[in-house]
T-cell receptor, first 115, second 116 residues
Framework: KAGVTQTPRYLIKTRGQQVTLSCSPI?????VSWYQQTPGQGLQFLFE???????NKGNFPGRFSGRQFSNSRSEMNVSTLELGDSALYLC??????????????FGQGTRLTVV | DAKTTQPPSMDCAEGRAANLPCNHS???????VYWYRQIHSQGPQYIIH???NNETNEMASLIITEDRKSSTLILPHATLRDTAVYYC?????????????????FGTGTRLQVTL
């Protein structure tokens, strides 16, 4: 069974640009969550999507947004990039059904560098 | 979600058992204890979780005290590949049908160094 796939693995962007990251969950998993990891703040929850709807959101500005498609694939977008957005962005999928969650499976992440 | 406290770092000799403690004194009755680890530059990996009974799987054992205020993750025969940051996380029951149950709140974890 293929794991969680995130693309691209590495990305360099300039301040003020926007970026879109992609996540393909494990087949059959309908819940996708996004996390940001930085040396200073550690791993922080961004948001979760289930059935194409955002179900939960972390404490991040509106520049961070996401969406989920009918095939459960998800994208996250960061607009007007700032230097502080440089981080490892991780996607996790869970086989959530009917409110029952189990463990989350993480992808390898996308390392974003803003210059 | 309850807060957890872990030592920042630990060393373990290869082949020995690694015992990683976690304090979660404010845990509530419907909260589970989860353990994840993160090997350098990779995404976190699920290890094990439990509510109040001890749990064991192919990776590790989880020992939860009777009062549930602390737990210990045991890697029975640590290898160099077990060198990683280990996160102890407490979160609501996965059966709660709300939007918050999916969120994992990571602390700073314990950096385990396995040496020859």
């Amino acid at each position: 069974k293929a794991g969680v796939t995130q693309t691209p693995r590495y990305l360099i962007k300039t301040r003020g640009q926007q970026v879109t990251l992609s996540c393909s969950p494990i087949s059959g998993h309908r819940s996708v969550s996004w996390y940001q990891q930085t040396p200073g703040q550690g791993l922080q929850f961004l948001f979760e999507y289930f059935s194409e709807t955002q179900r939960n959101k972390g404490n991040f500005p509106g520049r961070f947004s996401g969406r989920q498609f009918s095939n459960s694939r998800s994208e996250m977008n960061v607009s007007t990039l700032e230097l502080g957005d440089s981080a490892l962005y991780l996607c996790a999928s869970s086989p959530r059904t009917g409110g029952l969650y189990t463990e989350a499976f993480f992808g390898q992440g996308t390392r974003l560098t803003v210059v | 979600d309850a807060k957890t406290t872990q030592p920042p770092s630990m060393d373990c000799a290869e082949g020995r058992a690694a015992n990683l403690p976690c304090n979660h004194s404010t845990i509530s009755g419907n909260e589970y204890v989860y353990w994840y680890r993160q090997i350098h530059s990779q995404g976190p990996q699920y290890i094990i979780h439990g509510l109040k009974n001890n749990e064991t799987n192919e990776m590790a054992s989880l020992i939860i005290t009777e009062d549930r205020k602390s737990s210990t993750l045991i890697l029975p025969h640590a290898t160099l590949r077990d060198t990683a940051v280990y996160y102890c996380i407490v979160r609501q029951s996965p059966k709660i049908n709300t939007g918050t149950a999916s969120k994992l709140t990571f602390g700073t974890g314990t950096r385990l160094q396995v040496t020859l």
